[in-house]
């Protein structure tokens, strides 16, 4: 029994020891593994760090982080959002500078930076700084940039002028950029009047720097967002008064329906360049309806139908135009070209009428009496005065034979 029992005692103390080395050792494998899955993440991070990312897959814009962003959250900016970022874009291969910015804001998605650091900000988190190489396609195209051009930076009413060498249209940039920062933008009905104009303000000046660099859809993508904060409420302008001008408003608001029809007035020239005549029409009607005078929207709308083939509405909307504003040279070559083409248009209905009703120059000359004949015709008459001979001829024989009989 006391062996037994020994043996008992033996067997509880070695199953207790062998809990106790498991435990040991599943500790150590947990450890293990948290070491594995630190280093893993380590080994990670490195390589974000270290190695650029190719955020297109066609090798147009590479992406290399140096400062980890909070990625707690997981949120990243969307179009529309509001960020605030700094950056510093230079010519890759030189190292010169082309412009540096610090704690600018801006609205994502409406390229009011260079196309491939607003690309870039929508794979970024809060904090995150990076570098990047941009293809001439995601930073000043094939246009490119001459020294002394407008760099069109958002939110400088008088932007500066670039300074550094030409970039060309094979020229690529290296840009830094940090993420500070962002909000949503918030409703624009809940916006007061004065925040509204600058937002428009801002949007309508980088459409137009977009549009003096020959991209017209981009500037058109910069109008219609300008629109969208100017409207003063859902229904759009106010109509205009019987008088043909537009309603007494307060001063502010009078000011911003002002800005809205210079928006309206570039968009319909933006969507006239890339060739939506339809849109453009639509524009400047709008603009039209409040300003029947406004002798840039008629000058546009003289050459907007005259792209569609209306030729007659053109010429009466550039006798408007220069009516409107009788010493624009501008204008004046419009109503030339327009009176031009109808006299021509003219000329050439004359023609086919006359094609029409058989009373042509050539229908004249062919009765004639100074042409000579054709040869067949000469040939029917002979044919028939040689029968008429041969027919006297009978005759007069026929009573010479009677009269000897």
């Not at 624009?328 to 109808?342: F, G």
Request: proline residues 3%.
């Amino acid at each position: 029994m006391s062996e037994g029992r020994g043996a008992m005692i033996d067997k509880s103390e070695s199953s207790s020891f062998e809990d106790l080395t498991s435990a040991a050792a599943a500790d150590e494998i947990e450890e293990a593994k948290l070491a594995e899955a630190a280093a893993e993440k380590e080994k990670l991070l490195e390589s974000k760090t270290d190695e650029w990312q190719d955020v297109l897959g066609s090798g147009s814009l590479l992406k290399k982080i140096i400062k980890e962003g909070d990625e707690s959250e997981g949120q990243r900016p969307k179009r529309s959002d509001i960020c605030k970022v700094s950056y510093e874009v230079k010519i890759r291969d030189t190292g010169e500078l082309v412009e540096k910015r610090d704690q600018v804001k801006i609205y994502l998605g409406d390229n009011e930076i260079l196309q491939g650091l607003d690309l870039a900000l929508t794979l970024m988190y809060q904090g995150e700084e990076c570098l990047l190489q941009l293809a001439p396609r995601f930073a000043y195209g094939e246009t490119g940039l001459q020294p002394g051009e407008s760099l069109g930076l958002v939110g400088e009413d008088d932007s500066q002028k670039y300074e550094g060498p030409i970039i060309g249209p094979d020229t690529w940039l290296a840009a830094r950029l940090e993420l500070h920062d962002w909000t949503e933008e918030p409703e624009h009905d809940t916006l007061p009047i004065a925040e509204r104009m600058e937002i428009g303000t801002r949007r309508r000046a980088r459409g137009n720097w977009w549009y003096g660099r020959g991209d017209a859809q981009l500037a058109v993508q910069l109008y219609r967002r300008a629109l969208d904060v100017l409207d003063e409420s859902e229904g759009g302008i106010t109509e205009p008064t019987v008088t043909g001008d537009m309603a007494p408003t307060s001063d502010a608001l009078h000011a911003l329906l002002e800005e809205r029809l210079r928006v309206e007035n570039n968009m319909a020239a933006a969507q006239l360049k890339a060739g939506a005549y339809e849109a453009a029409l639509q524009a400047v009607t709008r603009v039209l309806t409040c300003q029947p005078k406004n002798a840039k929207a008629l000058y546009r709308k003289s050459r907007i139908l005259s792209a569609m083939g209306r030729n007659s509405e053109a010429l009466a909307a550039a006798r408007a135009a220069a009516t409107a504003a009788p010493d624009d040279a501008t204008v004046r070559k419009e109503l030339q070209r327009c009176e031009n083409r109808a006299t021509r248009d003219r000329s050439v209905e004359r023609r086919l009428a006359k094609r029409m009703l058989g009373t042509t120059d050539e229908a004249k000359e062919g009765s004639s009496p100074d042409k000579k004949p054709s040869r067949a015709k000469m040939l029917m008459w002979g044919s028939l005065l040689l029968s008429l001979l041969v027919g006297v001829a009978s005759v007069l024989v026929y009573r010479y034979k009677m009269q000897s009989h």
